[in-house]
């Protein structure tokens, strides 16, 4: 509550879609967390928790397989009045060489031993037929089942980290249950939208996948009132107006090129990376090819640098017709994306993407004034939460506390689409980010010394090849995670072989460099896999695990507690261990899944 600044006794619930769950979350008994499986798209299966199968179990079968107690108190009766075979007979039994029956054993006439072992016997057959009566299973069953159950918990934590249904979508479920998902004219729906959009723009879940979910949300869309309403209207004179929208939501198809709407068509495209990707626009032939395909547009190349709201509907519409026709000839035959717009009044327009831009970029914190330029809430907290921290931390961990509140309520008034100041914030700081990306991700992509190959996998650091006038614009985890995806997706298109990647920035508060690394400073570090958008049953960022065991093995000084798993904080001074132990974790990880494969054929 102080870290939200809210009061006490306030109730916060909590949506997350992060996975892999703690399975003791998943008990019928837990009410701290409430688990929801989503019917629609398949119940999501979740292995049952370790204490499901407890030592209580291991008891009964041993007790089961010596066959020396009782499974209740009637079979303990049968015992005491037999009145014989008692468990010291049972041994004599077993180490006597001439056997159980011997009739012409002298200290066992008429082979009373063996009749004492029929008896025995005879007790087991009972308690395994009232088992199966009470359809109790066996000890082996059991053991079996315990066996399989572990088997399945191992597989489903090794997946690494992964993204489960949308929170947003999760809550428009909730509210549309609890027939509250016609407040504020619709709201949660377009929050719904909003959540899957930002899974979508961060590669947390395939292009497959937010389909599915865009036709979900499509649905209700059309079902909304006013959806079929005209967006023009016609005054009394004969002239078509644009009509006024009142929070209105509607279906649209996207170009990829981010937040579109709020700068030029021709810094859109050259800062989009879908198009720097496929083009290779940090080459000069790629650039090249991206000036021909606008001449093949037949736009005057002023058009082009205005603002794209400004242009000419006419030089809209020949756009969109020319882009479909001579895309493909330049390797972009995929330009368009389902998506969703929110409008209000005369001027707000947006699509989600460019409110997922936005409100990440608040969230990252902006530059403040105050701070001569330094992001919110990134005031000496590389070292918050270390356990080998000085007692300055405590201040530290306090000022990124309060920078990391500011930010999220900023945010949050953004979200509600009321405050277009803060938006449009946001989105502004979101653009210079995206501009630092490209310019980032280009040096390092046309340097071919600059991303290492160390093992198997692939490695990019700022803290030694990156340009200081962009490093502030990727000390959060989601911005260097963003930069990491661009040169991950580039990569693919230029290397033959798919390796994962790890990219390392300077954490907030440290400046990087050989001094900052004498001087204890710590380093950001983000890994992404070969194919990051997987999230099927075998998808997911094995960084999750990998950097915990990595640092802990070469004792390196390092925190690893962001919201995502595959992020981590390491002393500066410790990276080269720790990349070394990190190749070598990665190599056990690729050799074991060969294995299970020649197994699996």
């Known amino acids: 509550h102080s870290l939200a600044g809210l009061p006490e006794n306030t109730r916060v619930f909590v949506f997350d879609s992060h996975r892999p769950l703690d399975l003791e979350n998943t008990r019928s008994d837990n009410r701290e967390v409430l688990v929801l499986r989503d019917e629609r798209e398949g119940e999501e299966h979740f292995p049952e928790p370790d204490s499901d199968y407890g030592d209580s179990d291991d008891s009964d079968d041993d007790s089961d397989e010596d066959g020396s107690e009782s499974d209740d108190g009637s079979e303990a009766s049968d015992d005491e009045n037999d009145g014989e075979g008692s468990e010291s007979d049972a041994e004599n039994d077993e180490n006597d060489p001439r056997g159980a029956n011997d009739p012409n054993d002298p200290e066992d006439p008429g082979g009373a031993r063996g009749e004492k072992k029929r008896r025995r016997g005879g007790r087991s057959a009972r308690r395994e037929a009232k088992r199966l009566a009470a359809g109790v299973p066996s000890p082996r069953t059991r053991r079996l089942r315990r066996a399989q159950k572990q088997r399945e918990r191992v597989a489903y934590y090794s997946r690494g980290s992964f993204y489960g249904r949308a929170a947003g979508l999760l809550m428009y479920d909730i509210a549309h ?14 929050l719904a939208i909003v959540s899957l959009t930002d899974q979508y723009a961060h590669q947390r879940v395939s292009h497959q996948t937010y389909t599915a979910g865009v036709m979900e949300l499509a649905t209700q869309v059309s079902n909304l009132p006013g959806a079929d309403a005209p967006t023009t209207r016609v005054l009394d004179e004969g002239v078509v107006v644009k009509a006024f929208e009142d929070r209105r939501v509607q279906y649209s198809e996207e170009f990829r090129f981010a937040m579109l709407r709020h700068w ?4 859109a495209m050259t800062h989009s990376p879908y198009v720097a990707t496929r083009m290779q626009t940090w080459r000069e032939v790629g650039r090249a090819s991206l000036h021909s395909l606008l001449a093949h547009l037949g736009l005057p190349l002023e058009a082009c640098k205005q603002r794209y709201a400004h242009m000419s509907p006419e030089h809209v519409k020949q756009l969109a017709e020319k882009l479909e026709e001579h895309g493909p000839s330049h390797g ?11 409008s209000h009044g005369f001027k707000l327009n947006v699509v989600a993407s460019d409110v997922v831009h936005g409100v990440t970029a608040l969230l990252e914190g902006l530059p403040s004034a105050a701070a001569g330029g330094v992001e919110s809430g990134e005031k000496d907290a590389g070292d918050a939460g270390d356990a080998g921290a000085s007692g300055a931390s405590g201040s530290s961990r306090a000022s990124d506390d309060s920078g990391s ?18 938006l449009d914030a946001g989105i502004q700081h979101a653009m210079r980010t995206q501009k630092a990306l ?11 010394a600059v991303i290492r190959t160390v093992g198997g996998l692939r490695y990019f650091s700022l803290l030694d090849h990156g340009s200081p006038a962009d490093a502030g614009f990727f000390k959060h985890p989601l911005s260097l995670l963003r930069l990491a995806l661009f040169l991950q997706d580039a990569l693919r298109v230029v290397k033959k072989i798919e390796r994962p990647l790890v990219v390392v920035g300077a ?4 400046r990087g460099g050989s001094r900052d690394a004498a001087q204890g400073g710590m380093a950001l570090v983000v890994g ?12 997911g960022n094995h960084f999750a695990h990998s950097f915990r065991r990595a640092a802990e093995h070469v004792k390196a000084r390092f925190t690893h507690d962001a919201f995502e798993a595959s992020v981590l904080k390491v002393a500066e001074r410790d990276l080269g261990e720790f990349m070394e132990a990190l190749s070598d974790i990665d190599a056990e990880r690729v050799a074991r899944e060969r294995m299970h494969a020649a197994a699996d054929e």
């Open 177 to 190: 249950d609890a027939h509250k998902d016609s407040l504020e004219k619709h709201f949660p729906l377009w």
């Open 438 to 448: 490209m310019r980032q991700g280009g040096l390092a992509l046309a340097n071919k």
């Open 507 to 510: 954490a907030p508060g440290s």
């Open 264 to 267: 030029s068509l021709y810094d």
């Open 528 to 539: 992404v896999t070969g194919k990051p958008r997987q999230d099927d049953t075998t998808g």
């Open 405 to 422: 509140s500011a930010a999220f309520w900023r945010a949050t008034k953004a979200l509600s689409m009321t405050r277009w100041d803060e």
């Open 332 to 342: 972009l035959d995929d330009l368009k994306f389902w998506s969703f717009s929110f």
